[in-house]
């Protein structure tokens, strides 16, 4: 394989997940396929995805465009069902969209009506809780997403990485037990992104919330993760885990280090494995 | 300043030049009053119109059964668009009724609503309704359908309610669209108003002109069409201004006029 340092299991084998069984999961995700039917007949978008994460664990998908890997994102968010096998999140079934969880989307998708205040209370108004009752809750995201001063003012006035930002503070807000990120940086620039994901690292080393995260930039995934989960092309399946154990909290000068460049190497390697059997 | 100069300046200078060649060419080509009244005809018409006070009761009878039908046909539009692109199944009934209708030319019901409604101010009230009702209604449609789905798809994955996602995200998205609506409903409700009172009224500015053909007073509907310019310029002005002042986020944007008509 050519990295016989460093940690790979092929998902089959497993050894990973047993040790660690005691653990809580969060979410547990058995044998879940997503079967669209189209003009070619039935269409694997999700293939038996099997896909655990534990409380308190960032775990990352990577895979290629149009593998399916947002598609399970939504599975888990309860807003695709799935076609076959079950997805748990804290022990209970997902049948729709749950309290339990907290979604931020490519695009900050923002209202654009409404203050930055106000659409970081969106899921209150939408669990019907009270607002009032969360505007010190919203007020101390906004702190923690650096956007303190921005409260009162609209969409339009931020940049692209500030809304993002207020995407985040968005999901957060009613204390999901489980945050997922859909690619929530890929519609940002290359130097904004860098930043984004430094800031998305401190903050979760501040909450450590179990975080299900979805990209298909491999040193994003490496310089966030504990976890990775490499996805094949379209039908997506999970191949391969990838245990990333660089040391919290990571600065961004971790990402010129050897280790960092060698288990991006790595990820990439078992890509090129993977389209080379595509191709033949 | 450049500004001011375009939207004052320049129309003012036309509109001087405009009354100069017209009453030039009355003398010129001797043109007899009935044909075309002389600037200074119409505007003593104006006077003994609103001056000395004989157009006002036509005026506030059109005006009040405008806006009367207008905000009649105005809500009814938005809340039966609104119903209409939420529900499938009101969509299945209802709308292959309301092309049909849309297709037809509303002012031919004019004689019909006199009928069923009288000759008093509530057929100009139903008249005025319907004129306004089907470009609202059409636009209300397109607004709630070309909300941004991510928008919606987001308020779901926080498990909003339908009519959540209605209140806080469709209604906005439509508002520029409604807002569209109701500045094309300004024009077609003054249209309403005038065919019904042609049709039949004892009072109006339509009815005005209608009488002041029967005298050959075409200075008096001179006067008459002045008044009804006014009314469609204000109307169209005043929601404009609403425009402008409630959807804030909209600024950047040109709003675009989809018309039905």
Not at chain 1, 55 to 60: L, T, Y
Not at chain 1, 90 to 97: D, H, Y
Not at chain 2, 12 to 33: A, E, K, M, R, Y
Not at chain 2, 172 to 181: E, Q
Request: glycine share 6%.
């Amino acid at each position: 394989m050519g990295y016989p340092h460093l940690d790979t299991n092929a998902k089959k084998e497993g050894t990973f997940a047993d040790q660690q069984r005691e653990e809580e999961d969060i979410l547990v995700a058995k044998s879940v396929s997503v079967i669209y039917q189209s003009s070619r007949g039935p269409q694997h978008a999700v293939d038996k995805l099997d896909v655990s994460v534990k409380r308190g664990e960032f775990v990352s998908i990577v895979g290629p465009s149009g593998c399916g890997k947002s598609t399970f994102l939504n599975v888990v968010g309860g807003l695709v069902s799935a076609s076959e096998g079950q997805t748990v999140v804290r022990g209970k079934p997902v049948k729709g969209p749950s309290a339990d969880i907290g979604i931020v989307f490519q695009r900050p998708t923002l209202l654009p009506w409404a203050t930055v205040r106000e659409n970081i209370l969106v899921p209150i108004n939408a669990l019907g809780r009270s607002t009032s009752e969360y505007l010190a809750e919203a007020d101390r995201l906004l702190d923690l997403v650096g956007l303190k001063e921005f409260a009162r003012h609209y969409p339009d006035e931020l940049s692209g990485g500030m809304q993002q930002r207020v995407g985040i503070a968005r999901a957060l807000i009613h204390d999901p037990s489980l945050l997922l990120m859909d690619e929530p940086f890929a519609a940002l620039d290359a130097m904004t992104r860098e930043r984004m994901s430094v800031e998305l690292e401190e903050l979760w080393n501040a909450s450590r919330k179990t975080v299900l995260f979805i990209t298909h930039s491999i040193p994003e995934a490496v310089f966030l993760s504990d976890r990775i989960l490499v996805m094949s092309p379209s039908p997506g399946r999970i191949v391969h885990e990838v245990k990333v154990d660089l040391e919290r909290p990571r600065p961004l000068e971790m990402m010129s280090t050897k280790a960092f460049a060698e288990l991006c190497g790595q990820i990439r390697h078992l890509f090129n494995e993977i389209s080379g059997e595509a191709h033949e | 300043m450049s500004d001011r100069l375009t939207t004052f300046v320049y129309p003012t200078i036309s509109f001087i030049v405009l009354i100069v060649v017209w009453t030039l060419s009355i003398d010129f080509f001797n043109v007899p009053n009935y044909i075309l009244p002389a600037p200074g005809d119409v505007l003593q018409q104006l006077k003994y119109g609103y001056v000395d006070g004989a157009f006002w009761p036509h005026f506030a009878f059109t005006l009040r059964s405008t806006l009367t039908g207008y905000v009649l046909g105005c809500t009814c539009a938005i809340l039966v668009g609104a119903l209409l692109a939420e529900s499938r199944t009101f969509e299945k009934f209802v709308y292959p009724f309301v092309v049909a209708l849309q297709s037809m030319p509303k002012v031919a019901l004019a004689p019909l609503i006199i009928v069923w409604f009288g000759y008093g101010m509530s057929s100009k009230i139903i008249m005025v309704g319907l004129m306004c009702f089907f470009p609202l209604f059409v636009n209300t449609i397109i607004g709630i359908r070309q909300t941004d789905p991510a928008l919606v798809n987001m308020m779901r994955s926080f498990s909003a309610s339908k009519w959540l996602v209605f209140r806080r995200v469709k209604l906005y998205a439509a508002a520029s669209h409604i807002f569209a609506g109701l500045q094309i409903s300004i024009v077609l409700s003054l249209i309403g108003a005038v065919v019904s009172e042609f049709v039949a009224s004892s009072r109006g500015i339509g009815w005005l002109i209608q009488a002041s053909l029967a005298n050959f007073n075409t200075a008096q509907m001179f006067a008459a069409l002045c008044s009804l310019i006014a009314m469609g310029l204000i109307g169209t002005k005043i929601v404009q201004i609403a425009h402008k002042r409630l959807l804030f986020w909209d600024r950047q944007k040109d709003t675009m006029t989809v018309a039905s008509h």
